[in-house]
């Protein structure tokens, strides 16, 4: 084994994660909190720092008071990387990491299905702040672009699994809320 700079022991076979920013409550903020790795996301969706807001959203009925609630009290990831500023101009050094959403579906039959692709590298995996999505990361280690690689994931969903990707998530700097899952899944090898 070997020790990081943080005085962490990782195994040898293990990557070390790259980081990725994080950006404060509000979909509309566009200078990043901080930065991320996605075990530090794994533990703030497992143990629950934004449960009231996932579940205080879960009970809004109103459609518009839903959107207007969900687009201003969670914090943000944008997993392509670290931003200088939200928009994908600002991206300063990239991730690797490409966040699928995929709304409107059975979630836990969605994630069984997503888990047994042999053909991606899944790092993260989490129920939608909704509670009808899920949040699929991934690792692209290709030679695909960002958006390349969402496409072609997208198609190959779509035309292998009749899962339908959410296209409106596929530019670069796209922000993924983060909301509150015990059930959350983190690719071993990122522990």
Same mark, same amino acid.
């Given at each position: 084994?070997?020790?990081? &700079?943080n005085?962490?022991?990782r195994e040898?076979?293990?990557p070390e994660p790259? =980081?990725?920013? @994080?950006?404060?409550?509000g979909?509309?903020?566009?200078?990043?909190k901080g930065?991320?790795d996605?075990y530090a996301?794994?533990?703030y969706?497992?143990?629950?720092?934004?449960?009231y807001?996932?579940e205080?959203l879960?009970g809004?009925?109103d459609?518009?008071e839903?959107k207007k609630y969900?687009?201003?009290e969670?914090?943000?990831?944008?997993?392509s990387?670290?931003y200088?500023?939200?928009?994908?101009a600002?991206?300063?050094?990239?991730s &690797?990491y490409v966040?699928?959403?995929?709304?409107?579906?059975p979630?836990?039959? =969605?994630?069984? @299905?997503?888990?047994g692709?042999?053909q991606f590298?899944?790092v993260l995996?989490f129920?939608s702040?909704?509670?009808?999505?899920?949040k699929?990361?991934?690792n692209n280690?290709?030679l695909?672009s960002?958006?390349d690689?969402y496409?072609?994931?997208?198609n190959?969903?779509?035309?292998t699994?009749?899962?339908?990707v959410?296209?409106?998530?596929?530019?670069l700097?796209h922000?993924?809320l983060?909301?509150?899952?015990?059930?959350?899944y983190?690719?071993p090898?990122y522990?």
């Amino acid at each position: 084994m070997e020790q990081n &700079g943080n005085n962490k022991k990782r195994e040898f076979w293990k990557p070390e994660p790259m =980081t990725f920013s @994080v950006f404060d409550k509000g979909v509309t903020t566009t200078e990043p909190k901080g930065v991320m790795d996605p075990y530090a996301v794994y533990t703030y969706i497992r143990d629950g720092i934004s449960r009231y807001q996932t579940e205080r959203l879960r009970g809004i009925l109103d459609a518009a008071e839903f959107k207007k609630y969900k687009q201003s009290e969670f914090e943000t990831a944008v997993f392509s990387g670290v931003y200088s500023h939200k928009c994908d101009a600002g991206l300063v050094k990239p991730s &690797g990491y490409v966040c699928i959403d995929i709304d409107h579906v059975p979630v836990q039959q =969605t994630k069984d @299905v997503l888990m047994g692709l042999e053909q991606f590298e899944t790092v993260l995996m989490f129920t939608s702040p909704s509670g009808h999505g899920v949040k699929w990361v991934l690792n692209n280690r290709t030679l695909f672009s960002h958006v390349d690689f969402y496409s072609a994931v997208s198609n190959f969903l779509r035309d292998t699994c009749k899962i339908e990707v959410d296209m409106t998530a596929r530019p670069l700097s796209h922000g993924c809320l983060l909301p509150w899952d015990p059930e959350v899944y983190l690719n071993p090898n990122y522990m």
